[in-house]
């Protein structure tokens, strides 16, 4: 089916809107000499010339799967799993030097997380080179736990997670059959787990694409559901005509996850994606706003300057746009740091004070730019927006009176998703600013 008018609408707000995930199968994993080859199965014939050559018999109709041709490479004499390693590594980082066209259009929305079914990193190296200097990436290792820290992802720090395991780390690849059969057991299991930070974004209210998915392997009923996928979620999977699903396996998907196939290739689909969103943007930029003026109010510890960093990142459009200049002392600026901040506030439209008890203790806020901001508010009414990030006394302060965002009975701290708290905090502060 193509989508319509409305269907196009609502995928692109969900993006625009930090809702959406991106799937990323092997199909979406291409050579750019051959388009129309995987990854995955270029590497399958790549492994059944060396078995030729090893005299190790293998199923010519099978020779583009790769894992039965992985299992059947590991048995040819004194073959060690090490080998089929190092071939698949040597093979990928050779063969993804440059990456298809479509990951550029992909690097350009703003998707925060993407599972990836493949070990590449296409879309990691395409976020960088749209200017996504902090993507990050991850992987599962069905083998083993993994104590690995992973940032909360946003629009300018976004996450790949590569599910079946990482090129850095060969033992952790999901290459033969005997692989597929344990990765499935074990990540349905839980043990090892996907981590948090990667699942808390699985809910009801996402919205996924997957690109490149083949709907007839099995072990894809068992991964949808460890992922939480619903019949609640609106999903889309672009399937060229050529590409047909048996009737058994689209029923299926159809039926236990409402999964719309759209009549596209990969590339057709992003293009118009890309093109949909482009318009989307023009139509909704509208007047830009007047320049507000906004200074941060924040104590120097690690924590809290990590969350006025993501804050900072969340209220980038604005500030790209020119409808907000930020300021807080973390920013490069000539000169002292009491003057410079009295000056800041002095030109303020608002004053965010960032709540924690660090920030009662500190002598230059509470002697100096918190009685200043105050001072402003009575003369001129500057607004004064406390944002609330790790609990403490607000009741008994002199900022009682102001609306504390998010809200004063949850600080952003307590949130299971940061993002989520910044999000509801910049809605909030844009009707307070520009409403």
């Known amino acids: 089916m193509q989508l319509s008018e409305r269907q196009w609408k609502t995928l692109v707000k969900d993006i625009q809107q930090q809702r959406c995930i991106l799937l990323l199968g092997d199909g979406a994993a291409v050579s750019t000499s051959s388009p129309t080859e995987r990854l995955s199965a270029l590497l399958a014939t790549h492994l059944g010339r060396q078995m030729e050559a090893e005299n190790v018999a293998f199923e010519p109709d099978q020779s583009a799967n790769l894992a039965y041709m992985a299992q059947r490479f590991l048995s040819a004499p004194k073959m060690r799993r090490i080998d089929l390693e190092d071939e698949a590594t040597d093979f990928y980082e050779a063969a993804t030097r440059k990456a298809p066209g479509y990951y550029q259009k992909l690097a350009a929305l703003p998707f925060q997380l993407a599972v990836n079914l493949s070990p590449d990193d296409y879309l990691l190296r395409a976020w960088k080179a749209a200017g996504k200097a902090g993507a990050q990436t991850a992987y599962y290792n069905f083998r083993k736990e993994k104590n690995e820290g ?220 918190l009685p200043e901001a105050l001072h402003h508010q009575r003369q001129r009414g500057l607004r004064i927006v406390p944002i609330l990030h790790r609990a403490c006394d607000v009741e008994g302060s002199e900022l009682a009176a102001f609306q504390v965002l998010p809200d004063l009975a949850r600080p952003v701290r307590t949130w299971s998703d940061e993002d989520e708290a910044l999000k509801t905090i910049v809605v909030q502060l844009k009707k307070l600013l520009y409403d």
């Open 150 to 369: 992973i940032d909360a992802p946003n629009p300018s720090k976004p996450l790949i997670y590569n599910l079946l395991g990482a090129l850095a780390d060969p033992e952790s690849l999901v290459l033969t059959q005997e692989d597929r059969v344990d990765f499935i057991k074990n990540v349905v299991k839980g043990n090892p787990g996907i981590p948090n930070a990667v699942m808390s974004h699985f809910d009801e209210r996402k919205t996924y694409i997957f690109l490149g998915l083949n709907l007839e392997n099995w072990d894809y009923r068992l991964l949808f559901d460890t992922l939480q996928l619903s019949r609640e979620n609106l999903s889309f999977l672009p399937q060229p005509g050529a590409q047909v699903l048996s009737p058994e396996a689209r029923s299926f998907f159809e039926d236990r996850y409402h999964l719309i196939f759209t009549e596209s290739d990969i590339a057709g689909f992003v293009e118009n994606l890309a093109t949909r969103y482009a318009e989307f943007a023009a139509e909704n930029a509208g007047t830009p706003a007047a320049l507000k003026k906004v200074v941060i109010l924040f104590n120097r510890n690690d924590a809290d300057s990590r969350m006025v960093q993501a804050l900072t990142d969340h209220l980038n459009p604005w500030i790209k746009r020119g409808a907000l200049e930020l300021w807080h002392m973390d920013m490069p600026f000539a000169g002292d740091t009491d003057q410079e901040t009295r000056s800041r506030i002095a030109e303020a439209d608002a004053v965010l004070p960032i709540l924690s008890a660090d920030f009662w203790t500190d002598d230059d806020i509470s002697s100096a730019w």
